[in-house]
C-alpha cells in the first residue's frame, strides 16, 4: 500500500465566507477562480470541530450532482485524511440527497456530513455551487457551530491536505489508504446513495397499501419530475421498481451537472412544464423536485396546485394514515413565521402543541432533538417529520400518497373538504430575485422605522370595497423554547385586525445580489374557492404601496409568484 504524505500548506484567509441558513453559496467561478478558496472553507469545517472528536470519527459525503461536485469531493477526502477523520462515507459517484445525507449520518452515528448543494439555484459552470456542514444529529450547524466556522475562515493561515490521494466514486465498497503519521488506516466507503433511506421509508409508510394505490386493480397515474435533480434514483428506484409506478411516470430523473439548463426549483414557475402537462387530465397526482431532493411540489388533476402551507396543514390534519405516527404520537407541530397559519388551525382543533419559527430547518431540528416536535413545514416548499432532521420531498410525496390511499379521494376532493372544515388561509409569496443589495437593506430600514413608530399601529388601509386596519407590526423576534437563544430580525411582519399578514424578508440564499420576498396570507371562512391571486390583490398593492418596492429598486414586477 502507497504510504500518502501530509501537508501543511500556506494560505490567505478570505472575508466572505459566512455561511448561511443553508451554508455557503457562491457563484462556480469564485470556488474555480479563488486560490484555495474551496480549501480555506473545508478546512474551517474540520478546525470547527475539537481534534479528539475529529479524530478517527465518521464523516458523511455527498452532493447533488451539480457541476464542481466531484472536483469538491476530491479536495475533501484529501483533506479529511490529513485532518484525522477515520472513515468517510460517500455515497455512489457522489450523489446522495440532503435527506438521505442526514439519514445516514444518525444511522452510522457520524460526527457530521458535508453536503454539496445549492438546492434550488441553477447548475452548471455559470451557476452556483454551496457546501453545507451538518452535524451529529443530521440537521443543519446551528449558528454556534457556523459561527465558529467564519470566524476559524477570518484568521485562516494554513490547511492539512494528503494532494496524492485518490478515491474511485464509482465503485461500491471499502477503500483503504495508509497514512504518514497515522496508526490506523484512513477508509472511504462508497456507499448505494438509495438503500439506506429507502429502508428508512420503509418503516415509516405502508408499502403494501402504496403498491395497491400505484400498481394495483384500481390504480392511480403519477408524474413526478425529478428536475434533473439528485432525486431522480430515488423516484426510480423507490416510486417505480418498488411501489410499482410505470417507469414513464418518472420524468427528467437523470441527474445533470446543470440540471438540463434548467431552475431546478419546484414552484409553478420553474415547474410550468409539469404543470402544463398534467392539465389534460391524463394524471391524478404529479410532485416536482428541487435539486438536491429536500423540496417538492404537490399537484392534482388537472394541475390542481397545493401551496405548501396547505399541504403541511393538510398532512397535519390525516396524520394518523402514516403508520409512523400511529406508532410513535405526535408531539407538536411547526411552521416557519412567513408560512400560512392554516397549520395552526388543526394545531388548535387536535390540541397539539404549535410552534412558530424562523424560516430555517435547524429550527426545528432543535425542537425535534427536544423530543417537542413530530411534523413541520416551510412556504418554500419544504415539508418533513421527526425521522431525519432536513425537510424532505419523497418523504412529503409519500405521506400525501398514504392519504390518498386510505381515503380514496382526490388531492383536490381531500383540499376542498379541508377548507369546508377550517376554512382558508389565502397565501402568495412574491420573489424579487437579484434587487440590488444596498437598495434592498435600505428599504428594509426604512419599513423597519416605519412599522415600529407606534402611530403605524390602528391606520386603515383603503383598496377598492375593502379596509383594512393594522393590529400588530413587528420584527420578528424569536427565543427558542429549548436552549432559550433569541433570533432577531427575522422578518418584517404586519398583521391586521382580520388575522391577513404581509411579510418582508430579505433572503440569503441566493449568491447574487439580494432576493426580497413579500408573503401575503388572508383567512376567509366562508369565500374558500376563489382564485388566489384575484383574493389577495388588495394585500399585494397594499404592501408594495407600504413599501414602496417597485420604485426603491427599480422593479417593475417581481421575478416569481408562487
Known sequence: MTRRYVLTVPTAPYPDQRPGTSGLRKRVFVFQSRRNYLHNFIQSIFSSIDLRDRQGS??????????????????????????????LIIGHNGIMSTPAISCVIRKYKAIGGIILTASHNPGGPDGDFGIKFNTADGGPAKEGVTNKIFQISRTMEEFAICPRLRVDLTTLGRQTFDLENKFKPFTVEIVDSVESYANLLRNIFDFALLKELLSGKNH??????????VVGPYVRRIMCEELGCPANSAINCVPMEDFGGQHPDPNLTYAADLVDSMRDGQCDFGAAFDGDGDRSMILGKHGFFVTPSDSVAVIADNIFCIPYFQHTGVRGFARSMPTSAALDRVAKATKIELYETPTGWKFFGNLMDAGRLSLCGEESFGTGGDHIREKDGLWAVLAWL??????????????????????RNYFTRYDYENVDIDAACEMMEDLELMIADKAFVKQRFAVEDKIYQVEKADTFEYTDPVDSTISRNQGLRIIFSDGSRIIYRLSGTGSDGATVRIYIDSYEREHIFEDTQATLAPLATIALKISQLHHRTGRSGPSVIT
Not at 465518521?58 to 485532518?83: H, K, L, P, S
Not at 392511480?220 to 435533480?229: T, V
Not at 398514504?402 to 377550517?422: F, G, N
Open 220 to 229: 392511480i397515474k403519477l408524474r413526478l419530475d425529478g428536475m434533473h435533480g
Open 402 to 423: 398514504s392519504i390518498l390511499a386510505t381515503r380514496r379521494q382526490s388531492v383536490e376532493d381531500i383540499l376542498k373538504d379541508h377548507w369546508l372544515k377550517y376554512g
Open 58 to 87: 465518521t464523516v458523511v459525503v455527498g452532493g447533488d450532482g451539480r457541476f464542481f461536485n466531484q472536483t469538491a469531493i476530491e479536495v475533501i477526502v484529501q483533506m479529511a485524511a490529513a485532518n484525522g477523520v477515520g472513515r
